[in-house]
């Protein structure tokens, strides 16, 4: 990897943890691609080819991932919607559907007593929705083998 492509990534890196710590508020790709120091349309196709989604992509598997947190905890489905940051609910719905395989109320309903018997660091890394790798994950793993 370049010089140019590492500082790329930072500038990507910056963006990604923007997302990570201010899912709940409103947030759009120009605001996203201010923060990488680029333009939106080169900062989308940046993030995507670093991370192997959308920046809006990600934002809202970070949002389903949280509100799978409370479900979990029993906070009704409306309620989560809007504690994630989420203005619509049924587009809420459909994507947690299209992300998670099921409802929010199916979810909400089944059991989840061995997420609540792991560790919390644990519980995270088991229950993250995951999407598509990235190109990250993807030279990790192959550096590894």
Do not use: W
Not at 15 to 39: F, G
Not at 45 to 73: H, N, V, W
Not at 92 to 101: H, I, K, L, N
Request: glycine fraction near 4%.
């Amino acid at each position: 990897m370049s010089p140019a492509d590492l500082e790329t990534l930072a500038y990507l890196r910056r963006a990604k943890d923007l997302i990570d710590r201010e899912y709940a508020k409103p947030l759009d790709v120009p605001t996203m691609a201010q923060k990488a120091l680029m333009s939106p349309a080169h900062f989308s196709r940046q993030f995507r080819a670093a991370y192997g989604e959308t920046p809006y992509s990600y934002l809202m598997t970070r949002r389903i991932e949280r509100a799978m947190s409370l479900l979990r905890d029993g906070m009704s489905v409306t309620d989560a919607c809007m504690a994630v940051g989420c203005t619509s609910l049924g587009s809420f719905s459909s994507r947690f559907a299209e992300v998670v395989g099921e409802t929010p109320t199916a979810y909400r309903s089944r059991e989840h007593t061995a997420v609540k018997a792991m560790p919390p660091c644990v519980a995270k890394v088991q229950t993250r929705p995951v999407r598509n790798k990235s190109r990250i994950e993807e030279a990790t793993a192959e550096a590894a083998t």
